[in-house]
C-alpha cells in the first residue's frame, strides 16, 4: 500500500474501482464517486481528487488531476510516481486531511473546466 492512502482510503478506493471494473464488463457505463481522498503538492498548484484504484494495479489511481497548468482533466496516475517526487527542502505531495467531499468527482470537474483549476 503506498503512503499517501490510509488503509480506509485505499480500501474504499479499491472497492470503488472494483465496482467500476464490474460495470464496464456489464454494461460499458460507470458510476459517478465521490472523491475519497486530496492530494496536494506544498510548493505548487498541482492537485489531485482520487475516487478509485485500479484493481488489477493498486498503484494507478483515477481521479479529477490538476498539474496548475490550467487544464484540470479526469484520468489516471501512479501513486509510486506521485509518492517518488520531492521539492525544495524534501517535501512530498501530501494528502490533505481536512478534506471533505461535497460533491461528486465529475461535478468537481464541471467546475475545474470552467474555473480552470480545481477548488476543493
Known amino acids: 500500500m503506498n503512503t499517501l492512502l490510509t488503509a480506509c482510503q485505499h480500501a474504499r478506493m479499491l472497492a470503488n474501482g472494483t465496482a467500476n471494473a464490474k460495470h464496464i464488463a456489464e454494461d460499458g457505463n460507470t458510476q459517478d464517486f465521490w472523491p475519497v481522498v486530496?492530494?496536494?503538492?506544498?510548493?505548487?498548484a498541482a492537485t489531485w481528487l482520487l475516487s478509485e484504484l485500479d484493481p488489477e494495479d493498486p498503484d494507478?489511481?483515477?481521479?479529477?488531476?490538476?498539474?496548475?497548468?490550467?487544464?484540470?482533466e479526469l484520468g489516471s496516475v501512479r501513486l509510486s510516481?506521485?509518492?517518488?517526487v520531492r521539492g525544495p527542502g524534501g517535501l512530498r505531495i501530501e494528502r490533505d486531511r481536512h478534506f471533505k467531499p461535497?460533491?461528486?468527482l465529475t461535478a468537481y470537474a464541471a467546475e475545474a473546466a470552467d474555473k480552470g483549476r480545481v477548488l476543493a
Open 38 to 44: 486530496k492530494l496536494f503538492c506544498a510548493w505548487g
Open 60 to 72: 494507478i489511481a483515477f481521479g479529477l488531476c490538476d498539474l496548475g497548468f490550467g487544464c484540470p
Open 81 to 84: 510516481e506521485l509518492a517518488a
Open 102 to 104: 461535497t460533491k461528486s
